[in-house]
């Protein structure tokens, strides 16, 4: 007698999707205006859409594609007349809208809105320009 074991095959079949690339592009600067010495602190809130004050963000990449969204957690320094590591400015408190994650629109565009908080001006503090940077990130 023959005995037949059973045979088995297995198959596989697996499934990737590769995302495309997400970009940010910046449309509009956070701006706290004009100040005179000794003035109190500003906050900029982000919004929920494009203000005077507020920065914004054009962010393109996959239809429908959820992203998170990164931005400072600490202080940064707006410097201004020289000399400049004398002269700052820190802001902090940085608010975005979307807050944490967004979701690319059906034409895989989605606008972010940045704010934050200008501390108070030292009443010695020079007149001028002051300006400093921040990041913001996207990641799918």
Known sequence: MISRLPFILGLLLTDLAVAGSIKVSQVSDLRFGVAP???????????????????????????????????????????????????QIDVHSFSSFPSGTGVLDPSGAAMVYVGATRTALAVNLPPGSYDGAFSLTVVY
Do not use: D, Y
């Not at 982000?46 to 998170?68: I, L």
């Open 37 to 87: 010495q000794g003035a109190a602190a500003v906050t900029i809130p982000a919004g929920t859409s494009e203000t005077a004050s507020n920065a914004s963000f054009r962010v393109t990449g996959n239809a429908n594609q959820s992203f998170t969204i990164a931005i400072p957690t600490g202080n940064i320094q707006m410097e201004g007349p020289l000399p400049k590591k004398l002269n």
